[in-house]
């Protein structure tokens, strides 16, 4: 106190600086440190004891307070403004993969990595710009400041295969990394199904045709005990979203982060209705069912998978929450025998680690992929 009181330049440095600090997070309701006074500093005013590193506890309170208002004003730009978006609905996939050290695969190429920082943080192409407003070749579109319609005109989101690029990219880097843990799956698995095929010639047509248009072709099945089918697997569906008002409506974006769905997510509790839809059309088409019926083959045999898990990249790089589920399921298999097999501090560490080199790879994958998308486009 004595100190304190003083008229000495220490006394004044800390007065200055601590009043300085406290005047920053005054009028926020984010608490830490910096609610006590000098007298008090470094003291815990709950509890009254010291504070544990209290340089990274004022530090975490500022950035909070930061935070804070940058969100607020982000909540006032208008809803067609892709900043919001982009900066409500970015999660730990989107994150990582955008600051992720460009080590081997999660690298990025200038002109690539220039449209994933952009499309991050809902900024107009670079490489669209220059021709803004011009037409598409074969196409009544033309082209925006954002590239949408390499993801929006039907005529478009397919060219020279660069959306299945997209999907497969990220299935086959999700299979590499089930195949690293020990995880036993399946591909586009064809074969769920055949038993639900009766033995006519006609039928099996009929099947094929289902088979030939991918309705009822997983992306992924994924063995798990808890399953309740007989071969314990569970199926997957890896699905990409582009923004727009249908899979960015305002309603899921302007109330994320506060307990409502985000856009990935919705998108994700859509899936499993999707494929009861398929199998309900193939039950009567390819089995006769009558289409009164609350049940069939396919929707027998679809139902002993249980739920379904819904794989969703947003457009910004975010992922819904059964991917996130997933990717821990993988990072712990993994963590758990290489913490053993390399002398790791803790099985927890390494589950850590992984977990982090995941998101990293799978999050510079999302970006790359998207980015790919409408450079390929302008070509």
Not at 26 to 37: I, K, M, N, Q, T
Not at 193 to 198: E, S, T
Request: hydrophobic letters at 40%; charged letters at 20%.
């Amino acid at each position: 106190a004595g100190l304190l009181a003083s008229a000495s330049p220490l006394a004044l440095a800390l007065r200055s600086a601590w009043t300085g600090l406290a005047a920053e997070v005054a009028s926020d309701e984010v608490p830490g440190p910096l609610d006590a006074p000098l007298a008090a500093a470094g003291i815990d005013m709950a509890t009254g004891k010291p504070i544990s590193k209290l340089q990274r506890a004022v530090t975490h309170q500022r950035e909070r307070v930061v935070a804070a208002a940058l969100e607020a004003d982000i909540r006032r730009l208008p809803d067609d403004d892709r900043r919001k978006p982009a900066y409500l609905c970015a999660d730990r996939l989107s994150t990582s993969g955008i600051s992720a050290w460009p080590t081997p695969g999660n690298e990025l190429a200038s002109a690539i990595f220039a449209e994933a920082v952009a499309n991050y943080l809902g900024l107009t192409s670079p490489a669209c710009l220059p021709f803004v407003g011009r037409a598409i070749h074969h196409t009544t579109s033309t082209l925006d400041a954002y590239g949408s319609a390499f993801f929006s005109d039907t005529r478009l989101i397919n060219r020279d295969a660069s959306r299945a690029i997209q999907h497969d990219t990220l299935l086959y880097a999700l299979a590499g990394w089930l195949r690293e843990a020990g995880i036993q799956h399946t591909v586009e698995p064809r074969f769920l199904f055949l038993g639900c095929v009766p033995a006519t010639a006609a039928a099996s047509q009929r099947f094929q045709n289902h088979i030939n248009t991918a309705t009822l072709v997983p992306d992924l099945a994924i063995a798990e005990p808890s399953s309740p089918t007989p071969d314990t697997l569970r199926l997957a569906e890896l699905k990409t979203i582009s923004y727009g008002t249908s899979r960015y409506p305002p309603r899921l974006v302007n109330r994320r982060r506060a307990g409502a769905s985000s856009p990935v997510d919705h998108r994700q509790s859509q899936l499993p209705a999707e494929y009861a839809k398929h199998a309900k059309y193939a039950d009567e088409q390819v089995c006769g069912v009558p289409s009164t019926a609350t049940s069939g083959p396919f929707r027998d045999r679809l139902a002993e998978f249980g739920s379904l898990l819904g794989l969703v990249v947003g457009s910004y790089g975010e992922g819904s929450d059964h991917l996130h589920g997933l990717i821990g399921r993988i990072a712990t298999r993994i963590g758990v025998d290489s913490g053993l097999r390399e002398g790791a501090p803790s099985v927890d560490a390494a589950i850590a680690a992984q977990r982090q080199r995941l998101y990293r790879s799978m999050g510079a994958l999302a970006h790359r992929a998207r980015a790919q998308v409408v450079l390929s486009g302008l070509k």
